[in-house]
C-alpha cells in the first residue's frame, strides 16, 4: 500500500483546513451579530417611544438573519412607510390620495420583537365551494378562499374606513363623483410574473358586465358605470353616468385577474373555469383537494411585504362538533364556537392554557333570517308575514339559544351603525295579535286545525342547511311557535351547495339563511326587483316600486345625512312588508391556538394575515 503523502493531499488538507476555518468564522459571526442585536436591543428596551420605530427596524434585521437574506432578483422599488403621502380635497372639491408606500395594516406586526415568517395557518371553511372563479363566487366560504390570491386597486383601512391605494399608487375622484381615475403601481405582477397593466383592470370590468358570465348579484353594482378606459399601461379611468354612495367599494375594491390567464370569447367559457384562481396577491393557489381541503402557498414573486406564512390551508368540516375537535386535536387553528360552546369554554382554565377565546360586536356581522317566498300564495300579503313574525319569540331565542350573543334586529341594517334609524320598534312576540291578523286575511282553522285559505292549507317547507345544530334548534322552535297557531311547517335540511341551487332556481317555500353584513349597506342586490331574475339574490322576489324608488335615490345621494334620512324612510317600509322574519345580528366569537401572536380583532373583525407564529412555537418547518 502507498502511504506517501503527495501534493495533491496537501492541497485536499488545505482545502478543508479552509472550508472548517470558513464555517468557524460564519458561526462566530452570525453569533456575534445576534449577540450584539441583542445588547442593542436591551439598550432600546430603556428607551423612550420615541425610539421603538428603531426596534422596529431591529426586528426585521433579526428575521432576515433567521430566514435568510435573498439577493437574487430585482428590487420592489418600495417608498418608506409614510413616505410623502397625500391626502387632500382640492379647491374645486375633487379628491386626490397618493401613497407612494403600500399600506400597512394598523397592527403590522413587523414591529414585533419576536416576529417570524414561517409556520402554516390552518382554518375550516365549514363547507367546500362550489367555485373559486373570480366573480363567479355567490357563498360565502368562495370568498373566503379568494381573499389571499385576488387584490385590488384600493383597500379600506379596517379602523378608519378610510380607502387607501393599494394596487394603485393614487386615485382621483372628481367633485361630482363621475369620474374615477387610479394609477396603477410600477412593479405589480400576478403571481406568475406577468405584469398587472391597466389592461386587466379594464378587462376585469368587462369580465363583469358581460351577461353570460354567472355574476349577476354582483353586475348590478356596476350599473351606472359608463366606461371603464385604459388612459397608458399605468392609468385606468371610470366614468359614471350618475353618482354612487360606494362607487370606492365596487370600482377601488373590485378584485384585478389576468387577462392573459382568463381571456374568454363566449361567457359559458369563462363560467367553466370554476377551479381557475389566480391574482396578483401574496398567496397562489396550489391545489383544490375536491371534498377535503383548499392549499395556498406563499407567492414568491408577491410585489408587496412578504407574506407571514408558508402555507394556508382551507378544510371542510361541515359537522361542527367534529370540527371543534379537530380544532381542540391541533388540527385547525381557529374555530368560531356556538354560543352554547363560548359560555362553556371560554371560562375554563385549562382551555385558556391552550387556546385564545376571543368576542366582540361588530357592524358588518351580518344577520340570519326567514325569507318567504313571495310568489307562493300563502306568502303574498304583507299581514300574514308580519303574523309569522309576532308569533316567534325572538327575545328569547337571543337569551337561550344564542346565549345573549346577539342583538335583535328590524332590518338589514345593524344596530352599531347611523344606516340604523333606532325609533323603528321590533313586531313584539304577541301570538293573539298574531292570530287576529291571521284570521283578518281569512285565515280559518280546518277539520283537523291547520289553517286554510281558498282551499289552500298553512303549510309549507322551511328549507336550510344541514349539520347546524344552532340552526336546527331555532327551526324547531319556531315549528312549535306556529304549530300552537295552526300552521304545519316541516324541516327540510339541505346540504349548502344544493340549498343554494334551490334558492337560485327558486324551488323552495320559505329558506332559513344568513347574510354577511357592511359597515354601510347598499340593499339594490338583496331587495332590488332588478335583482329578481337571472338568479339574482332578491330570490324571494320582493317586488316594490316604492323600495326600488328610495334605493335608487339613496344610492345617487352623496351627501351622508340626506342620504341616511332616505335609508332610514326605505327601513321603515322594509319593516312594514315584513319579507324576512328578521332574528337577530350575532355577536362574533372565535376561539384560536395559542401559538398565534397579533390577534386583537378590528372594528370590522378579525384579520388572520396580521397573525404571526414567534420562531420558537411554529409547528410545520
Not at 353618482?243 to 370569447?265: C, N, R, T, W
Not at 381557529?334 to 369554554?345: C, N, R, S, W
Not at 322552535?477 to 304545519?488: D, L, M, P, S, T
Request: hydrophobic letters at 35%.
Amino acid at each position: 500500500m502507498d502511504s506517501r503523502f503527495t501534493f495533491k493531499d496537501f492541497v485536499f488538507t488545505l482545502l478543508f483546513v479552509v472550508v472548517i476555518a470558513a464555517i468557524c468564522w460564519s458561526s462566530w459571526q452570525y453569533g456575534y451579530q445576534e449577540t450584539r442585536l441583542n445588547d442593542v436591543k436591551q439598550q432600546l428596551g430603556r428607551l423612550d417611544e420615541t425610539q421603538k420605530q428603531q426596534l422596529a427596524v431591529l426586528s426585521e434585521i433579526r428575521n432576515q438573519l433567521r430566514n435568510g437574506v435573498s439577493v437574487s432578483g430585482a428590487t420592489t422599488g418600495k417608498a418608506p412607510v409614510g413616505a410623502a403621502r397625500i391626502r387632500r380635497k382640492n379647491a374645486d372639491g375633487s379628491q386626490y390620495v397618493y401613497y407612494p408606500d403600500i399600506p400597512h395594516s394598523p397592527r403590522d406586526p413587523l414591529a414585533a420583537s419576536d416576529y417570524a415568517t414561517g409556520d402554516w395557518l390552518v382554518q375550516n371553511l365549514g363547507s367546500e365551494p362550489k367555485v373559486l372563479t373570480p366573480y363567479t363566487v355567490k357563498d360565502y366560504y368562495g370568498q373566503l378562499s379568494q381573499t389571499p390570491v385576488l387584490e385590488s386597486l384600493a383597500t379600506q383601512n379596517p379602523e378608519t374606513f378610510e380607502w387607501e391605494p393599494f394596487i394603485a399608487e393614487s386615485y382621483e375622484i372628481s367633485a361630482d363623483g363621475l369620474t374615477y381615475t387610479f394609477k396603477i403601481r410600477p412593479n405589480v405582477c400576478f403571481s406568475d410574473g406577468v405584469p398587472l397593466t391597466a389592461a386587466d383592470v379594464v378587462f376585469s370590468y368587462k369580465t363583469i358586465m358581460t351577461p353570460e358570465v354567472d355574476c349577476a348579484p354582483l353586475r348590478g353594482y356596476y350599473d351606472h358605470v359608463k366606461s371603464c378606459e385604459k388612459l397608458d399601461d399605468r392609468t385606468v379611468r371610470f366614468k359614471m353616468d350618475e353618482p354612487y354612495f360606494q362607487a370606492m367599494d365596487f370600482l377601488g375594491g373590485m378584485s384585478i385577474i389576468p387577462e392573459h390567464v382568463y381571456k374568454f370569447s363566449k361567457g359559458e367559457e369563462y363560467n367553466a373555469k370554476g377551479a381557475v384562481l389566480v391574482g396578483s396577491g401574496p398567496y397562489s393557489l396550489q391545489k383544490w383537494d375536491r371534498g377535503q381541503q383548499i392549499t395556498m402557498v406563499r407567492n414568491e414573486r408577491y410585489w408587496g411585504e412578504r407574506p407571514t406564512f408558508d402555507k394556508l390551508v382551507f378544510r371542510f368540516i361541515e359537522n361542527p362538533q367534529a370540527a371543534f375537535q379537530t380544532f381542540q386535536n391541533g388540527d385547525i387553528d381557529i374555530f368560531g364556537p356556538t354560543a352554547d360552546q363560548y359560555v362553556k369554554f371560554s371560562t375554563d382554565e385549562d382551555f385558556l392554557k391552550k387556546f385564545i377565546a376571543v368576542k366582540f360586536p361588530r357592524p358588518n356581522a351580518g344577520y340570519s333570517f326567514i325569507g318567504y317566498n313571495e310568489k307562493k300564495p300563502i306568502f303574498a300579503d304583507k299581514f300574514t308575514r308580519r303574523a309569522l313574525t309576532m308569533l316567534i319569540d325572538r327575545k328569547t331565542i337571543i337569551q337561550t339559544i344564542a346565549r345573549g350573543l346577539a342583538m335583535e334586529i328590524t332590518s338589514p341594517f345593524s344596530p352599531l351603525t347611523p344606516q340604523n334609524d333606532k325609533t323603528v320598534e321590533p313586531w313584539p312576540y304577541d301570538p293573539e295579535a298574531a292570530k287576529k291578523l291571521l284570521t283578518e286575511q281569512g285565515w280559518k282553522p280546518g277539520a283537523d286545525g291547520v289553517l286554510e285559505r281558498g282551499g289552500v292549507r298553512f303549510e309549507f317547507d322551511l328549507s336550510m342547511g344541514q349539520n347546524n345544530p344552532v340552526a336546527e334548534r331555532i327551526a324547531n322552535y319556531v315549528k312549535e311557535q306556529f304549530e300552537k297557531a295552526g300552521i304545519r311547517m316541516r324541516l327540510t335540511p339541505w346540504e349548502f351547495a344544493v340549498l343554494m341551487d334551490r334558492v337560485d332556481e327558486r324551488n323552495y317555500d320559505a329558506v332559513f339563511m344568513g347574510w354577511s353584513g357592511s359597515v354601510e349597506d347598499d340593499p339594490y342586490q338583496i331587495w332590488h326587483s332588478s335583482s329578481i331574475a337571472n338568479k339574482g339574490s332578491n330570490f324571494i322576489g320582493f317586488d316594490n316600486k316604492e323600495s326600488d324608488a328610495l334605493i335608487e335615490q339613496a344610492r345617487k345621494t352623496l351627501d351622508e345625512a340626506k342620504r341616511m334620512e332616505l335609508w332610514h324612510k326605505w327601513q321603515r317600509l322594509i319593516h312594514e312588508e315584513s319579507p324576512y322574519t328578521f332574528l337577530y345580528s350575532p355577536q362574533d366569537r372565535a376561539f384560536i391556538n395559542n401559538r398565534f401572536r397579533n390577534t386583537a380583532p378590528y372594528k370590522t373583525g378579525l384579520s388572520e394575515y396580521d397573525w404571526y407564529v414567534p420562531l420558537s412555537l411554529q409547528k410545520y418547518k
